[in-house]
């Protein structure tokens, strides 16, 4: 049987998950408030204890239910209670919460949070679930993309290699060549990072193809279009490119089979192709839809990481091939 900690941790992860939510804590005189655009449609008060915004015809088909009990305070404004002390509870819990974040995800009033806010930039928090977040690339992408204020599923097969903490990092055990696993994993998230590389480049694998594969398929299955997904340069002609290949057949082949499985399974995808990386302190880069940017030697993976980031954020370069430098 769960603690209270381990419902209430499961309860948070389970709402992080809805699409365009956000949390702030100690928000008025609540322990967690949960935003969808700049409407709270639910809080927790102590472990379990849940506040949840309804719609009036929902409220009222659930109380006549009863499946959850008529709020205190605020029954006027649709709210709820439901406690959770169980893991029945938990899951009768998050389908209320489910029904109320569909109600005010709908609502054409319901503004981005950051632009009640009061930030123009015009960007959204996204739910980013990230593949191969161990590697120095992947560990990049989440850092920069926590920094943005997004929500990162950091899916892995070793957790404990993670050190970062962060409200709005999950982190998922779990097989990236795991079809079944990766569909459950990615449900209800904006756009999916793939940051995989080969552990032993000369030695001959499958692990990208078979990746890409089982990725692709995932999204299709939980609805999700969106993939950025990192490749190499030495795709591009060019003699120092033949040669690089040469000398990386192995990863060369399977890199390429990768490609063309992002390719063909209708998703919306970008294929980011740097040369060789380095750990330099950068984030600025160079890109070039089909083709290597000129001159185009290195590049830093920090940059690498944003230039993905940008083109999911920036909704650019969508079912192109990119060269990225620095």
């Not at 997904?229 to 003699?239: D, E, M, Q, Y």
């Amino acid at each position: 049987m769960k603690s209270s900690d381990e419902l209430h941790q499961e309860l948070r992860k389970g709402i992080l998950r809805l699409p365009r939510v956000t949390e702030r804590q100690h928000a008025g005189i609540h322990e967690d408030a949960f935003f969808v655009g700049s409407t709270m449609f639910m809080h927790i008060h102590g472990r379990g204890h849940c506040d949840i915004r309804l719609s009036k015809a929902d409220q009222k088909q659930v109380l006549a239910a009863d499946k959850a009990k008529r709020h205190r305070w605020a029954p006027q404004a649709g709210y709820v209670t439901s406690i959770v002390k169980s893991e029945a509870d938990l899951d009768r819990t998050m389908e209320l919460i489910q029904m109320s974040h569909q109600h005010f995800a709908n609502k054409r009033d319901v503004l981005p949070a950051e632009q009640a806010n009061g930030n123009n930039h015009g960007q959204l928090h996204l739910k980013l679930f990230v593949i191969g977040a161990t590697g120095r690339t992947g560990q990049e992408i989440v850092q920069q993309a926590l920094a943005r204020g997004h929500h990162v599923t950091a899916f892995v097969r070793s957790p404990e290699n993670i050190r970062l903490k962060n409200d709005r990092l999950t982190v998922l055990k779990g097989n990236a060549m795991d079809e079944n696993e990766l569909r459950d994993a990615m449900q209800n998230h904006d756009a999916v990072v793939s940051a995989l590389g080969p552990r032993k480049v000369f030695k001959p694998s499958s692990m990208l193809h078979d990746s890409a594969l089982a990725t692709a398929r995932a999204m299709n299955r939980a609805g999700v279009k969106r993939l950025v997904v990192l490749s190499a340069a030495a795709h591009f002609p060019g003699i120092p490119n033949r040669v690089a290949s040469f000398i990386m057949r192995n990863h060369m082949r399977d890199s390429l089979a990768m490609e063309e499985i992002v390719q063909s399974n209708g998703l919306d995808w970008t294929i980011a192709r740097p040369p060789r990386l380095t750990q330099e302190d950068y984030s600025t880069y160079r890109s070039r839809e089909g083709a290597a940017p000129k001159m185009g030697f290195t590049v830093s993976r920090k940059a690498v990481a944003a230039f993905m980031l940008d083109a999911i954020e920036q909704k650019k370069h969508v079912r192109k091939i990119v060269g990225i430098a620095k």
